[in-house]
């Protein structure tokens, strides 16, 4: 499995790794609603700025995305680590999540703050963060979601 920088060419794939992760793995956690209007919004160009205005990085095999992530250096925030199904248990969050981590500390940024899904707040607390507060994440499409917002000091 190689960490590496998301380019364009990769969005589609990045799009239906992202579907997969919320259909697979969030589905214990929020309503069937939730889940369609969230899984509604993800298309391949939705991914453009990140890659273009932030860091975003890919875990990939044998041609396959098998996780993504996301920082904003500017904000200090982790705005997203998901991985397909497939790669639950196999270290990819964990890896992309200190790859995240390290690019943050090379930036200067010592803290940082997420808002982790209810289901991987678990996997989030397992790695130094720290629970704050709830928190709702409210979608393009106008669906809200319940999060965690957390935060961790490098």
């Given at each position: 499995?190689?960490?590496?920088?998301?380019?364009?060419?990769?969005?589609?794939?990045?799009?239906a790794?992202?579907k997969?992760?919320?259909e697979?793995?969030?589905a214990?956690?929020?309503?069937?609603?939730?889940?369609a209007?969230?899984?509604?919004?993800?298309?391949?160009a939705i991914?453009?700025?990140?890659?273009?205005?932030?860091?975003?990085?890919?875990?990939?095999e044998?041609?396959d995305?098998l996780?993504?992530g996301?920082?904003?250096?500017?904000?200090?925030?982790?705005?997203a680590?998901y991985?397909?199904?497939?790669?639950?248990?196999?270290?990819?969050?964990?890896?992309l999540?200190?790859?995240?981590?390290?690019?943050a500390?090379?930036?200067?940024?010592?803290?940082?703050?997420?808002f982790s899904t209810?289901?991987?707040?678990?996997?989030?607390?397992?790695?130094?963060?720290?629970r704050?507060?709830?928190?709702?994440h409210?979608?393009p499409?106008?669906v809200?979601?319940?999060?965690?917002k957390?935060h961790?000091?490098?």
């Amino acid at each position: 499995m190689v960490i590496r920088s998301a380019e364009l060419s990769d969005t589609q794939k990045i799009a239906a790794t992202h579907k997969a992760s919320i259909e697979g793995l969030c589905a214990d956690s929020y309503d069937a609603q939730s889940i369609a209007g969230w899984v509604a919004i993800l298309s391949p160009a939705i991914y453009e700025s990140a890659i273009e205005d932030k860091v975003m990085i890919v875990a990939e095999e044998q041609g396959d995305i098998l996780g993504l992530g996301i920082l904003d250096i500017e904000q200090a925030i982790i705005g997203a680590v998901y991985i397909h199904p497939k790669a639950k248990g196999t270290g990819c969050g964990w890896k992309l999540l200190s790859e995240l981590e390290a690019i943050a500390l090379k930036n200067k940024v010592t803290e940082l703050t997420l808002f982790s899904t209810i289901n991987a707040l678990g996997f989030y607390q397992r790695h130094g963060y720290v629970r704050m507060e709830k928190a709702f994440h409210k979608l393009p499409n106008d669906v809200k979601l319940e999060c965690v917002k957390m935060h961790k000091v490098l």
